[in-house]
């Protein structure tokens, strides 16, 4: 008998000194845009999505209570670096989420290294992030530049689609979307007739709009988000591009965009997503439940989101700790499973490997009800839409 209380107590006593929770609670941070031009793809969205992550994996982790805390970063770098020190050094937060916007989440991922917390990143699309910039603690949940690119240019090129003229956002997402849909229009053999550059939050596009269409390209192409994608789409089609017979790619673009925009001014434009509200029975379902909080279907960073935190408290159940290194690695083991990810997995550069979906937008005549706006096109093997090792600048896949 005094055997086996013994060993009860020895092994309670490693179960406890195994099950290590920081300050007694699982804090997770969802830095987002809840006032500017990225509001409806990724904002109050975001945080609902986190919090229906949390009620799918239940309240607490190892015994230790969840909490979602959520700020505004407002589209300025400054605002965003400030909000996460704030976190790190006063509230006690564990992992940061979301973070649309490129700059700011390359801001908040160098930091994020520096304090040895975690990133799960499902806004921004810089594939520098998973690239020469990696980092341990990051991971790169939803998409990239890099995907949005090759899926879309390939599918683009192999209908006609010979000669591009970009209207491309004047920050660090639109350079590098732009950049990587060049390249891979390039090495297909098409080419790039010109771009202009725009600064984000514009109102009037009707000059970049004109010089698009005095081109003559085969392809105008998008490389900007939220409403400057919805405007410049909107006013491309006052113009009369698509009626013209010049084919509209949206590079960043989201179901919200398209309610925005409309069916008759969107339909035709061509779209890489991660996630569609409508894909299955499970994905509708999550989908509606996601519509009651805030009435509108899901964007792929949200559905991100939801993906992203649910991982990260898995892993930590797996790893009875959420020591950030331990976890990592429980992130990187475990394959992804979640609504809409199957079988995916997370590389060594953070870079999440998962399914992409070429989708096309329904004329109005098509669509059989609210929301019905995409038809998917193609699906795209993650192995075969992200950055493969052999291409990577990352050290982290050079062990």
Not at 46 to 67: D, R
Request: aromatic share 8%.
């Amino acid at each position: 008998m005094r055997r086996l209380l013994a060993c009860a107590i020895l092994a309670t006593l490693t179960s406890t000194a195994h099950a290590q929770i920081s300050d007694d609670v699982v804090r997770i941070g969802v830095l987002t845009d809840l006032s500017s031009w990225g509001r409806d793809n990724s904002g109050p969205g975001s945080v609902e999505a986190a919090k229906m992550a949390v009620e799918e994996f239940g309240p607490t982790v190892l015994g230790k209570p969840i909490e979602i805390v959520s700020a505004d970063h407002q589209m300025k770098t400054d605002v965003g670096v400030q909000i996460v020190r704030g976190w790190f050094d006063n509230g006690k937060v564990d992992a940061v989420v979301d973070i649309p916007n490129s700059g700011i989440a390359i801001a908040v991922h160098n930091m994020v290294r520096e304090r040895n917390k975690i990133a799960l990143l499902s806004g921004p699309g810089a594939s520098s992030l998973t690239d020469e910039l990696c980092s341990p603690n990051t991971v790169h949940f939803t998409y990239d530049t890099y995907a949005l690119s090759k899926v879309t240019a390939s599918a683009m090129i192999k209908e006609g689609g010979k000669s591009w003229f970009f209207v491309t956002a004047d920050y660090a997402f639109g350079h590098q979307l732009e950049a990587d849909a060049t390249r891979f229009i390039k090495e297909m053999g098409g080419t790039v007739l010109g771009s202009v550059r725009h600064p984000t939050n514009t109102a009037d596009f009707s000059s970049f709009a004109l010089q698009a269409q005095s081109s003559r390209a085969d392809v105008v192409a998008f490389a900007n988000a939220g409403q400057d994608t919805d405007n410049a789409i909107k006013q491309s089609g006052e113009f009369g591009l698509a009626q013209g017979g010049q084919k509209l790619v949206g590079l960043l673009m989201f179901d919200t965009d398209v309610h925005a925009i409309g069916l008759k001014a969107a339909q035709g434009t061509y779209m890489t997503t991660a996630s569609y509200w409508n894909m299955d029975e499970a994905t509708r379902a999550w989908s509606q439940k996601f519509f009651q909080r805030v009435h509108v279907m899901p964007t792929m960073i949200q559905t991100g989101v939801y993906g992203a935190v649910l991982h990260y408290l898995k892993a930590i159940k797996a790893a009875g700790t959420d020591d950030p290194a331990k976890v990592m690695a429980k992130m990187r083991e475990l394959p992804i499973e979640d609504t809409f990810v199957h079988g995916g997995r997370l590389r060594e550069d953070g870079r999440v490997i998962r399914d992409m979906y070429l989708a096309k937008v329904k004329s109005p005549e098509q669509s059989k009800e609210p929301w019905d706006y995409l038809d998917i096109v193609k699906t795209v093997k993650g192995e075969d839409a992200f950055r493969p090792v052999s291409e990577s600048k990352c050290p982290l896949l050079k062990k």
